[in-house]
């Protein structure tokens, strides 16, 4: 555990992104089970963006699990699910946007935590970079993603949090728990406390973190770094 002087408070916030237990993707009727099989055999003209491609609706099986996940969190919800685009030119994305949604559920709790939103939205396929090669069949796949207050204030209240969730997850069989479906964006400062007033540090996000281990040790990594910088004065 870093020790911190007095007048020294860390705040943390995550965005979580979980893989919902579907069979089928997300606006397509694409399998999800994409483990151990060859590479782009669970994909169609609609999941890889073809010219003329229109997705199907939004799976229904899909917004059921997060729906259950989002009253497992004493959310609130908006009664239209409007989905919107948002673009990004990377390899594993071949549609050149990824469809989110906007907040479904708002205003949950886990603990002492508060949840800010949660969406719905496409997993991106798979790129090796040092291979240079795409697999897209994981492209489509639905998500949820869980956004939370910056309500923590150490590594171990992120944890307790993570696993919190990983238990209603698991008690509701709304999410995958293969490696690799779970994926953490964490968001961390270090604020101070001065004769003048409060000092905010500056946000730093770690992104695409695959373990609740992961989070924990880049959040104790990044607050060794901060605390670092303000003993030097900076």
Known sequence: MVELRDGIKVKIGLEIHVQLKTSSKLFCSCPTDYRDKPANVNICPICTGQPGAKPMGLNSKALEQLLKIGLA?????????????????????????QRTSRPIGYDGKIGKVRIREIHIEEDPGRYELRQGTVDY???????????????????????????????????LDAGRDEPGSLR???????????????????????????????????????????????????
Do not use: W
Not at 76 to 88: E, G, L, P, T
Not at 140 to 145: Q, T
């Open 73 to 97: 969190m004493g959310c609130s919800f908006n009664h239209d699910v409007v989905v919107m685009r948002k673009h990004y030119f990377y390899p594993d994305l071949p549609t050149g946007f």
């Open 137 to 171: 069949n994981r492209a489509g796949v639905p998500l949820v993603e869980i956004v939370t207050e910056p309500d923590m204030e150490s590594p171990e209240d992120a944890r307790i949090f993570l696993d919190e969730l990983d238990a209603i997850l698991n008690y």
């Open 184 to 234: 953490v964006d964490a968001n961390i400062s270090i604020n101070q406390q001065t004769d003048h007033g409060l000092i905010e540090g500056t946000r730093v996000e770690i992104k695409n973190i695959n373990s609740f281990k992961g989070v924990f040790d880049a959040l104790n990594y990044e607050i060794v770094r901060q605390n670092n910088i303000l003993r030097r004065g900076g």
